[in-house]
């Protein structure tokens, strides 16, 4: 049987349709550009779809709200430094090695400019737009269980002393939640590698101190 509705074959000159991930993809992307240089509250969608190259009814169909594109933007930085942080929870080098190595890839993330900037953004418009300091809280909860997780191994192994993970994990990771801090209000400028260096030996040694058994 013959189809009597052929595709027709696509021109030599038409480039590759892209997928729907990689479409996705674009659009964060573009958004978290825009939320960095103007702000959540004064980037419209069709700055972000002109940005991105896409219609504004693309980007309706892929995302249910403004609110869900800074999420996925601050899901995609964490996820880039979840490997890092998941290697240095994992491995079975020596414990304040490992520690050191989940302090760096922490720092790796938090101190970064964007992360400055953008955390910098969340602070300045919470009060606005409430939800954004629960998507923050979302985008950030899976960093928190890996600094739990790599505490209760820790306890387990007789490595640090008992007591509450959570409370424990927390402490640890404001070690570096107050170089950020320091930044954000500029207290100091941002860290060069050697300070930073310095600064995990320091809150590594400063924990230690506290919590090694």
Known sequence: MVDSNPVPPRGPGRPPLRSEDETRALIVAAASRAF????????????????????????????????????EAMEARIDTALGSLDAARAADADPRSSLEALLTGYAQLALSDDAVRLTRLIAAERQE?????????????????????????????????????????????????????????????????????????????????????
């Open 129 to 213: 737009v409430p939800t954004l300091a629960n998507s923050y809280r979302q985008a950030t909860a899976r960093i928190a269980e890996v600094f739990e997780a790599w505490v209760r191994q820790h306890q387990h192994t007789g490595f640090l002393r008992p007591g509450g993970v959570e409370t424990t994990a927390h402490l640890l990771r404001g070690t570096i939640n107050e170089a950020q801090r320091q930044i954000l209000l500029g207290l100091r400028d941002p860290f060069t590698v050697a300070e930073q260096r310095d600064w995990i030996q320091a809150s590594a040694a400063m924990f230690l101190d506290g919590f090694a058994a």
């Open 36 to 71: 960095l240089e103007t702000g959540y509250v004064r980037t419209g969608i069709d700055t972000i779809a002109r940005d991105a190259g896409v219609s504004t009814r693309t980007i309706y169909r892929l995302f249910s709200a403004k609110e869900d594109l800074l999420k």
